[in-house]
């Protein structure tokens, strides 16, 4: 069983800036996409942001601009630099790991609040 742990979220005032993590407990296969979802208070959880392995990214329109998903590859860690931030940015977000042989695990997510 894989494990996918998020860290990195907590209480940043409005303007300010918080980088998420992610990472795997193992890796059998390589990873194929990483996704960071969000989800606010009686709303559904949304994409946030995705990047290949092939370097391809995308991001919510909310988000662009101010959000960048990358990755190391040398500590299989992966990242959610978020900046400029603002209180329709407070979620508990999660990450989703999608390996390459289809199967995808997902964390128990990090609460992100913004917040003066």
């Known amino acids: 069983q894989v494990q996918v742990v998020e860290s990195g979220g907590g209480l940043v005032q409005p303007g300010g800036s918080l980088r998420l993590s992610c990472a795997a407990s193992?890796?059998?296969?390589?990873?194929?996409?990483v996704g960071w979802y969000r989800q606010a208070p009686g709303k559904q959880r949304e994409p946030v942001a995705t990047?290949?392995?092939?370097?391809?990214?995308n991001y919510a329109d909310s988000v662009k601009g101010r959000f960048t998903i990358s990755r190391d590859n040398a500590k299989k860690t992966h990242y959610l630099q978020m900046n400029r931030l603002n209180p329709e940015d407070t979620a508990v977000y999660f990450c989703d790991l999608e390996f390459r042989n289809g199967v995808n695990y997902w964390g128990q997510g990090t609460q992100v609040t913004v917040s003066s």
């Open positions: 990047l290949t392995s092939d370097g391809n990214t």
């Open positions: 193992r890796v059998i296969f390589p990873i194929a996409t």
